[in-house]
């Protein structure tokens, strides 16, 4: 029988309905690949070495001391979005739209402010590659140490309030380029969907005094149905009230709720881990599509007991229809009991 499941975190509620996963067209196992760059060697790729010029001049990079900036030599690579949605473009002094929406008033009934901010892009590697699980561990964990020194670098920003990090993995989960690359997003505004993860986190955390997600961690361990795989630092688990089937989180074991002020020496666990856990979703669409997004607490916190940061990914395996845009309410024909299970069994 379909099952109704409340996300314990955001008053947000899922349909598992496994049934549905019997109808034809359920699951969209391919997806389209796109032919404009070439794979084999990137020459046409304005993210592979020797192409440098083809991208804004970078504003991070980890690279060999001989190398010089904007020249091949790097390991990881952070640019400007050559076609940004957030303008950095400085306002007039007296222009306050960068801190507040103006209101509606009895004779405006629409409101705006400047789309103000930075959008970069962190190119992983320098090779071709279009996957997370194409990467060696040592590469994602430069990847994730570019990310965290971005964020620490934003956060120093006073007009900056939060940054959101993610990949887009295939032309069905919304990539322009195949070449292996994150976003950042940092504005004056935290986004609607991590600002209601905040105030329901702070709401568990006053009625109960602990983290919801630090629960979430032991109760999952404890019941095990749902763990795809762990670490000593860090555990992958297809959430309870999962909107999208193989939807999984990965979190730190330990409370912690700023991304970036992730130690060192736990950045290769998280890769390797990461890694593990994301080549398991790969092969569920041919070529692969999935999102991966961060979530890590505001710029303005300090670090704050109630916000766990935490990794969501989304394979792109079924196609929102009337239902899902009429209410908000996700319908997901596969079970994340059932979605682990199938995880934990995939081996490579």
């Not at 404009?36 to 060697?41: F, G, H, L, M, V």
Request: glycine share 4%; charged share 25%; proline share 8%.
């Amino acid at each position: 029988m379909p099952e109704l499941r409340r996300d314990p975190i955001v008053d947000r509620w899922v349909i598992i309905a496994e049934n549905r996963a019997n109808r034809p067209g359920a699951l969209v196992v391919a997806g389209h690949r796109d032919d404009s760059e070439t794979s084999a060697t990137g020459a046409a790729c304005p993210f592979c070495p020797g192409n440098e010029a083809e991208t804004p001049s970078e504003v991070f990079a980890l690279r060999s001391d001989s190398a010089e900036p904007n020249s091949p030599g790097w390991r990881v690579r952070v640019v400007p979005n050559k076609y940004p949605a957030l303008s950095r473009k400085p306002l007039a002094p007296n222009d306050q739209t960068t801190d507040v929406y103006r209101a509606p008033s009895e004779t405006q009934l629409f409101s705006s402010a400047p789309a103000v901010g930075i959008h970069e892009v962190i190119i992983d590697t320098p090779r071709h590659v279009t996957t997370v699980a194409q990467l060696t561990n040592e590469e994602l964990a430069d990847s994730l140490a570019a990310i965290c020194a971005r964020l620490i670098a934003l956060r120093r920003q006073p007009d900056l309030k939060h940054a959101l990090v993610f990949k887009n993995i295939g032309r069905a989960a919304g990539a322009t380029r195949e070449h292996l690359h994150s976003q950042l997003m940092a504005s004056h505004r935290v986004p609607p969907l991590v600002a209601e993860e905040l105030r329901g986190a702070a709401r568990f955390f006053e009625e109960q005094r602990q983290c919801v997600f630090c629960r979430m961690i032991d109760q999952e361990r404890d019941e095990g149905e749902r763990i795809v795989c762990e670490s000593a630092a860090f555990i992958a688990i297809c959430p309870y009230a999962s909107r999208f089937p193989y939807e999984m989180w990965i979190l730190p074991k330990q409370h912690a709720s700023h991304f970036e002020s992730i130690a060192a020496d736990d950045l290769a666990d998280l890769a390797t881990l990461a890694r593990s856990a994301i080549a398991r979703i790969e092969p569920l669409s041919q070529p692969p599509a999935y999102n991966l997004v961060f979530h890590t607490s505001p710029f303005d916190s300090i670090a704050i007991e109630h916000y766990h940061w935490h990794m969501e990914i989304f394979p792109r395996l079924t196609i929102a229809a009337g239902f899902e845009w009429g209410s908000g309410c996700n319908v997901n024909p596969v079970s994340p009991e059932a979605a682990a299970r199938a995880l934990r069994a995939f081996s490579k």
